[in-house]
């Protein structure tokens, strides 16, 4: 039989991409590259898959997760060998803490040509340590191993990511030569193997596991006094968790990545407030859906009140991680949480919520927080960034919110009341890399208006990928806020002689020519009236992307937080 490396290379990569869109994968993300080219010629073959490209593979990762995260679906990314490669993790350490789904094709130079000098070869086996959920080092492609091998090997790695969340990585080693100059037909003996596959739609072989349908034990639960905390959700998950906290009468607080707000709004505030505090502290049963809290102090408050052992602390969600930080007595279910929520109302329905009404005093505390927080709304004063978070829900109607990391994130968490938004972040390894490119591939998944909300550093971090928000004709509102650098340290305890040099980093740079370069809209609002007439018109009536760049002195968040929590003391 003559012998054609290129093709048999296409073969292999043509089975492995077939495979993958019969369990689930409907996009692909590809970076240029040579060594590459079986699995991107390949993918352009493939009617199923649709096609993004960035020429910044770490931009690329964080488009990736994007589209997964929004979809929900396992989504595909395609990179040359080298650092190319490297570059995929930060995207992928984050998408194993939130649970989204990413097939890493992995391109690599074959064995013979790692650690021997040649050119573009690095040790790719393993580069992504335990921040994947499988890696599978694939042989080069070759006649004496079956491609029924292949493919069961590409099931079994799709079925673990499927029960557990996360990345895996499938590295390819090709060897030269990688451009084919003969048809599949040269290898028309080999293919007889999966014939019967290649006439089917279903994937070659698949696994199923049994879910567990435990509930709580005996109802018992329902005559204590309970609260019911939302962390990062969908946001139909969320509705369903607020309807079932409403009818046990119990508070509920939402985490902005909810989607959703109570009348228990603020708590990262009113948690300061001794009053509100010790009432909230009478709760027996804590009942958290979703993980990844923005609220410190929410955080600090459950570890020391659970910490008592009289508490009932209940985490409910889809991912089975632990998660569990103070280390806690918890129950986890792992389990669809609509289906788990119905299982529950049932037996609300039959036994009844003996403590509804139980933290009502509360919401007292959240409306005075609400009308004081007011004041920063005058729309004919300058920007500040309390006003922004407070004006977020306001801003977003109809649109979905990507809320960035920093310092924008803790104040959405103190002072936005979202209700009925679909909200994203990365609020996994909270890294300010990447924030623009995920929400770039948010976009592209759900196709609605979307505003998105991050920092100055942030965006400097990142500024490759607005080259993707450049291809967009959506309407999308990029608001940074530019307070010169690192405003969270502002919060945090860091050494005051070092602040500015070493922590803050006040950069001097604005963004209008950068929003030129890739061809964007650029606004930079004096007052929060034209902030608000500029959003809101663009999101209404506008396309493409528009870049609101908002300049805030810096240190002035700082200094109004620590202005505005001396007044919940003395509530």
Same mark, same amino acid.
């Given at each position: 039989? #003559? =012998?054609?490396?290129?093709?048999?290379?296409?073969?292999?990569?043509?089975? /492995?991409?077939?495979?993958?869109?019969?369990?689930?994968?409907?996009?692909?993300?590809?970076?240029?590259?040579?060594?590459?080219?079986?699995?991107?010629?390949?993918?352009?073959?493939?009617?199923?898959?649709?096609?993004?490209?960035?020429? +910044?593979?770490?931009?690329?990762?964080?488009?990736?997760?994007?589209?997964?995260?929004?979809?929900?679906?396992?989504?595909?990314?395609?990179?040359?060998?080298?650092?190319?490669?490297?570059?995929?993790? %930060?995207?992928?350490?984050?998408?194993?803490?939130?649970?989204?789904?990413?097939?890493?094709?992995?391109?690599?130079?074959?064995?013979?040509?790692?650690?021997?000098?040649?050119?573009?070869?690095?040790?790719?086996?393993?580069?992504?340590?335990?921040?994947?959920?499988?890696?599978?080092?694939?042989?080069?492609?070759?006649?004496?191993? %079956?491609?029924?091998?292949?493919?069961?090997?590409?099931?079994?790695?799709?079925?673990?990511?499927?029960?557990?969340?996360?990345?895996?990585?499938?590295?390819?080693?090709?060897?030269?030569?990688?451009?084919?100059?003969?048809?599949?037909?040269?290898?028309?003996? !080999?293919?007889?193997? $999966?014939?019967?596959?290649?006439?089917?739609?279903?994937?070659?072989?698949?696994?199923?596991?049994?879910?567990?349908? &435990?509930?709580?034990?005996?109802?018992?639960?329902?005559?204590? #006094?309970?609260?019911?905390?939302?962390?990062?959700?969908?946001?139909?998950?969320?509705?369903?968790? &607020?309807?079932?906290?409403?009818? @046990?009468?119990?508070?509920?607080?939402?985490?902005?990545?909810?989607?959703?707000?109570?009348?228990?709004?603020?708590?990262?505030?009113?948690?300061?407030?001794?009053?509100?505090?010790?009432?909230?502290?009478?709760?027996? *049963?804590?009942?958290?859906?979703?993980?990844?809290?923005?609220? &410190?102090?929410?955080?600090?408050?459950?570890?020391?009140?659970?910490?008592?052992?009289?508490?009932?602390?209940?985490?409910?969600?889809?991912?089975?991680?632990?998660?569990?930080?103070?280390?806690?007595?918890?129950?986890?279910?792992?389990? +669809?949480?609509?289906?788990?929520?119905?299982?529950?109302?049932?037996?609300?329905?039959? @036994?009844?919520?003996?403590?509804?009404?139980?933290?009502?005093? $509360?919401?007292?505390?959240?409306?005075?927080?609400?009308?004081?927080?007011?004041?920063?709304?005058?729309?004919?004063?300058?920007?500040?960034?309390?006003?922004?978070?407070?004006?977020?829900?306001?801003?977003?109607?109809?649109?979905?919110?990507?809320?960035?990391?920093?310092?924008?994130?803790?104040?959405?968490?103190?002072?936005?009341?979202?209700?009925?938004?679909?909200?994203?972040?990365?609020?996994?390894?909270?890294?300010?890399?990447?924030?623009?490119?995920?929400?770039?591939?948010?976009?592209?998944?759900?196709?609605?208006?979307?505003?998105?909300?991050?920092?100055?550093?942030?965006?400097?971090?990142?500024?490759?990928?607005?080259?993707?928000?450049?291809? *967009?004709?959506?309407?999308?509102?990029?608001?940074?806020?530019?307070?010169?650098?690192?405003?969270?340290?502002? /919060?945090?305890?860091?050494? &005051?002689? =070092?602040?500015?040099?070493?922590?803050?980093?006040?950069?001097?740079?604005?963004?209008?020519?950068?929003?030129?370069?890739?061809?964007?809209? !650029?606004?930079?609002?004096?007052?929060?009236?034209?902030?608000?007439?500029? *959003?809101?018109? =663009?999101?209404?009536?506008?396309?493409?992307?528009?870049?609101?760049?908002?300049?805030?002195?810096?240190?002035?968040?700082?200094?109004?937080?620590?202005?505005?929590?001396?007044?919940? !003391?003395? @509530?």
């Amino acid at each position: 039989m #003559k =012998h054609d490396q290129a093709v048999l290379n296409r073969i292999w990569s043509q089975t /492995l991409l077939e495979e993958l869109t019969r369990l689930g994968v409907q996009e692909i993300c590809i970076a240029p590259g040579s060594r590459s080219t079986p699995l991107t010629l390949e993918a352009a073959a493939n009617h199923k898959l649709a096609i993004h490209t960035h020429f +910044d593979e770490r931009g690329l990762g964080f488009l990736a997760l994007g589209l997964a995260k929004a979809s929900q679906k396992p989504v595909a990314v395609i990179v040359t060998s080298g650092t190319a490669a490297a570059n995929l993790l %930060p995207a992928i350490a984050e998408s194993h803490l939130t649970g989204e789904k990413l097939v890493v094709l992995t391109a690599d130079r074959p064995v013979e040509l790692v650690g021997c000098g040649a050119n573009q070869a690095i040790n790719q086996v393993g580069i992504y340590s335990s921040h994947v959920t499988q890696a599978v080092n694939l042989p080069s492609p070759s006649t004496t191993i %079956p491609l029924t091998w292949l493919l069961t090997t590409v099931d079994e790695a799709m079925a673990n990511q499927d029960y557990m969340g996360g990345a895996i990585q499938i590295n390819c080693p090709f060897p030269e030569p990688l451009y084919a100059e003969h048809d599949v037909d040269l290898y028309a003996d !080999y293919l007889v193997v $999966i014939e019967a596959w290649r006439q089917r739609e279903q994937a070659f072989s698949s696994r199923q596991y049994q879910t567990q349908t &435990k509930t709580l034990d005996d109802g018992a639960w329902l005559s204590k #006094k309970g609260l019911v905390i939302l962390g990062s959700l969908t946001l139909a998950e969320a509705k369903k968790a &607020k309807h079932f906290a409403n009818k @046990l009468g119990w508070p509920v607080l939402c985490d902005p990545q909810s989607g959703v707000s109570s009348e228990w709004a603020h708590f990262d505030l009113w948690l300061q407030n001794a009053r509100a505090r010790e009432l909230l502290s009478e709760s027996e *049963v804590v009942i958290q859906f979703g993980s990844r809290l923005v609220s &410190k102090r929410l955080t600090q408050w459950l570890a020391s009140h659970a910490h008592t052992g009289n508490v009932q602390y209940i985490y409910v969600s889809p991912q089975m991680a632990r998660n569990n930080q103070n280390h806690l007595m918890q129950q986890q279910f792992v389990t +669809d949480i609509a289906c788990w929520i119905d299982r529950h109302i049932g037996k609300l329905t039959a @036994l009844g919520a003996a403590q509804a009404g139980w933290a009502d005093r $509360i919401k007292t505390v959240a409306q005075e927080i609400a009308q004081l927080a007011k004041l920063h709304l005058n729309g004919d004063s300058s920007i500040t960034e309390i006003g922004l978070a407070l004006d977020m829900a306001e801003r977003s109607e109809g649109a979905d919110l990507f809320i960035g990391n920093s310092l924008f994130v803790r104040l959405a968490d103190m002072f936005a009341q979202i209700e009925g938004r679909s909200v994203y972040s990365n609020r996994g390894a909270s890294g300010i890399d990447g924030l623009v490119a995920t929400a770039a591939g948010v976009q592209r998944a759900n196709h609605n208006p979307m505003l998105v909300f991050i920092g100055d550093t942030s965006l400097l971090y990142d500024l490759n990928s607005l080259a993707l928000l450049s291809q *967009v004709s959506t309407p999308l509102v990029l608001v940074v806020v530019n307070n010169d650098g690192g405003a969270i340290f502002d /919060l945090l305890p860091v050494p &005051k002689a =070092h602040k500015t040099a070493l922590y803050q980093m006040p950069h001097g740079y604005q963004f209008e020519h950068a929003a030129r370069q890739f061809r964007l809209g !650029y606004a930079c609002p004096q007052t929060l009236s034209a902030y608000q007439s500029l *959003v809101r018109e =663009h999101l209404q009536q506008g396309t493409g992307t528009l870049l609101v760049e908002v300049t805030t002195p810096s240190g002035q968040a700082g200094e109004q937080i620590t202005q505005f929590t001396q007044q919940v !003391y003395a @509530l």
